[in-house]
């Protein structure tokens, strides 16, 4: 590969992290999810446990007709559950498996604000000095009072924790 052809590739590397996000509270952190994977916010409504599911794995609802599969961040990310409050929601985002967009609903602690981030204020992610998985963070957007951690939300789950979702609904 060429010197030029790799400097194109992290010109539009940098040209995706830019945009619109959806950004949401977990804990005492901030994420954000490009807005055009947001399908919808709804509110938590009655969720049906799926058997031999991962942890993180809520379980399914019925949105309009559609069995949709329910994960939590919380527990996919190692945080401790929360009780629900009237703040909670859940996120409808459209995702990518097996070539095939999906839609997959998260439970978070309340949503944000919708934010337009300039590539200028996304730096990567640090790397931490161990094997940590971080490809699902596409950067931290540096922000006026802190860092919002951008999600690749095709990312966050891995192939096999994607197959239980879509054998779950």
Known sequence: ????TSIDQAVKAMKDREGKYLTFRLADEEYGVSILKIKEIIGVMPITTVPQTPEFVKGVINLRGKVIPVITLRKKFGMEEAEYTDKTCIVVVEIIINSEKEQIGIVVDTVSEVLNIKEE????TPTFG???DTEYILGMAKMEGGVKILLDIDQVLSADELEILENAA
Do not use: I
């Not at 590969?1 to 030029?4: L, V, Y």
């Not at 204020?121 to 990567?124: C, K, P, T, W």
């Open 1 to 4: 590969m060429s010197e030029a």
């Open 121 to 124: 204020d996304v730096e990567d």
């Open 130 to 132: 161990t094997k940590l």
